[in-house]
């Protein structure tokens, strides 16, 4: 094959390098590859890989969209010449040939889309893969309908150092089929990634590229950078070491790390269960908050400022586990912290971020335990819909999420209690009476209410009513005897498994979608509380 029309004319600078071992063969960095999705305008992306030699001129062509020179240099690799090239803002669409040239000859990616690209993480929810999902036949089936997606697989693997590149890869780039042979199959992949932006891709019609990174059975901590631990106070318990996959920091720095040069459009994130219960679950409300942000910060530095600096994050609020109605700790903690004590998102403290809640979603019979309900089609659809609001922007999504209290009234003379729900604005589906609990203390001014509310004890609140719009309980025989008594917290859904499938109390009824678990200390906090004497 004849040299085309870009041959250029070649500087060649030889230089002596120390450490040759460190030298790799012209190349682009591992998560380059054919058919994969490049970051769309209006944002920038970046190409970057190794030379043999440092000042060598690598030119990287565009087919139709011209080309650009660059020149190796040795960097943040000790010893290791790279190259780095930051496109031109190509709009969405495809398929280019992407050529890189150098004294040493041409290397290429073909059949690269332009669109968003979305990085999956967490743990095994997340790697739960599309073959162990309900409906995993049907979905793989039609995988092949959607040519616009692209997938690429991290393989597992941690490490005590930052990684500049990935160690392996378990699935490069592929075009989605359910064909095992040509190598392309998404029965492997992560489901909720997958389903998620299938159901995304309706409304955007244009290329997704989706990295799956993710690790069963490991803590956040494990995901985070030493200063969001050191931020939060974490102790490194576990020493860092390239084995133990729940060691501080060790997948970030091996799985997530060498993304950071690359645009990316956002993140999805399922994580949690394991630091349910673990000794940092109290700190979780810190941890996760702190590595989104951490997350933002170093994509945007690395990509030259081209990844949003409040990226998109959105995630899956704890799934139910297992089939016991006693168990009030881990999970609800968890829920609750995801939210970094909020109880919805976005918020204050967590901007640009998507939740979906899935706590109404039981699969107890799962055969990979209940801990990894197969549902995940569910789980997905209300993800993409949180996402089309927050992360696209397309504001009529916002009216599908789940009913939020926006105002409880405490009635004391006739011992009632009313929540309205998302300021009288959603209709309300109450498919149960159950789920809401209250507590109560005595007004005894010399005990400490600190004292007192971590020594609280529930009780269910009984619903006699609701109205299109809020809910009303009756607590006359549980706080008005003797007459002394006032409510000092209200929760509501804050069990583990607090519902039989989409059972629970309170749904958005055009979207079907539930309300999210809540704990409200009304001793502490009295923002949107009314109490009529
Ligand atoms: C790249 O370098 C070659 C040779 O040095 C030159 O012919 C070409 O015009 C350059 N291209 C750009 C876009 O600067
Ligand atoms: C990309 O290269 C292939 C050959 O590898 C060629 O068949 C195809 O037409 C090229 N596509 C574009 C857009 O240049
Ligand atoms: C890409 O590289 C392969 C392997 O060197 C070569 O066979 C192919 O023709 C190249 N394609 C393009 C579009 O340059
Ligand atoms: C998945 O299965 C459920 C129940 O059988 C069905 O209602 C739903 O349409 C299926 N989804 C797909 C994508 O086939
Ligand atoms: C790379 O990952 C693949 C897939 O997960 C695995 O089969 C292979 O053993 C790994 N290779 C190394 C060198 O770790
Ligand atoms: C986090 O949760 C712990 C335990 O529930 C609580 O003591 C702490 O005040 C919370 N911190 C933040 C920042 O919300
Ligand atoms: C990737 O980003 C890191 C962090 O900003 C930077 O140190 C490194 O030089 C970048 N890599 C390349 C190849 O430009
Ligand atoms: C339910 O959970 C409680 C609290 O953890 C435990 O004591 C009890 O044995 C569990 N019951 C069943 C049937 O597993
Ligand atoms: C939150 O993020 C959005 C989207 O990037 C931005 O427009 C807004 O100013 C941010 N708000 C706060 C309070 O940081
Ligand atoms: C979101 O959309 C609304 C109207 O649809 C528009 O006013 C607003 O500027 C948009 N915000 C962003 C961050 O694009
Ligand atoms: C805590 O609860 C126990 C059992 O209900 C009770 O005996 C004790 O007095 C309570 N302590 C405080 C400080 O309220
Ligand atoms: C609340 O319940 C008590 C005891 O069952 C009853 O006497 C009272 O009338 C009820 N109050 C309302 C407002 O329904």
Redesign the pocket.
Known sequence: MGRAGWIVLLVVLVVSVEGTTAVKPFSF?SYYGDHMVLQKAPQRT?I?GYASKEGETITLTISGKGQVNTTSFI??IPSTP???VQLPAIDAGGPYNITATSSEGSINLTDVLFGDVWICSGQSNMQFTLSMAFNATEEEAEAVNYPNIRVFTVALGGSPVEE?DLLNISQPWSVPSADTVAGSDVSGFSAVCWLYVKYLSSHLKYPIGLIASSYGGTRVEAWSAPNVLKKCGVSEARKMSSVNPNAASVLWNAMMRPF??MTVYGALWYQGEANAGSPTMNQYNCTFPAMIDDWRD?FH??SGGQTDPVFPFGFVQLAPWRDNDTITTGFTDIRWHQTADYGYVPNDRMNNTFMAVAMDLPDFTSPYTGIHPRDKEDVSMRLCTAGLAVAYNQTEFSKFNGPLPSLITIWVADGTIEIDYDNKQTVLDIRSTTGFEVSCITLDKSSALAEVSENITWFHLPMVSHDDTSVTFNYSQICLQPKDMMVSAIRYAWRESPCPFKQCAVYNKESGYPAPPFVKHIIDDKSNVKIVK
């Open positions: 960095a970046t970057w960097g943040p790279v190259w780095s500049y950071v040069n170093r530095q690395a």
